[in-house]
């Protein structure tokens, strides 16, 4: 039996997000979820904006079947020791391909150097490719929120400490 080819890993840099990005990154989020999910233009600056706030792109360089652009991006805020992760956001064509994962990574290690212990996110309890995609990354589920996305559909809150406290590293 021939084994199944996977994709090729995407060709792409991780960086800072920038404001130029701006419009890039909101009509991502536009593609990436359905419209009573997505974020505003006014929600997606407030999280932006947020005290402790950072974005990372990643950005996809040119290749002989596909344009350089942002591929995906993720926000994530950090106060003390915790951290969030408000959004990851990868177009189809990248998926599968190592973008989110790379951006998930780089945003650990941010939130890390920034004291950060414990990362929390929220994700729909029927998106099982994100659930699978968390899990993998060490998530777990803490609990479940009740209509927490639009039409009445609930997420699971779940964490993964990233940071032993410097009392268990001895």
Known sequence: MKARPFPAPA???????????????YAIDQLCYSPAVAYTRAELRWYLGLQGAAGLVAVARR???????????????ARGEHGHIITIDVLEMYRRKGVASALLRRAEAEMKKRGVQEVWLETATNNEAAIAFWRKHGYR??????????????????????????????
């Open 11 to 25: 060709k792409f840099n991780v960086r800072e997000y920038a404001a130029k990005d701006f419009e890039t990154l």
């Open 141 to 170: 589920v803490r609990g479940r929120l009740p209509n927490y996305y639009p039409e009445g559909m609930d997420a699971f809150a779940m964490s993964k400490l990233i940071a032993r406290s410097i009392a268990h590293e001895n």
């Open 63 to 77: 290749t002989s079947s596909a344009a350089a652009g942002i591929a995906g991006f993720v926000i994530t805020t």
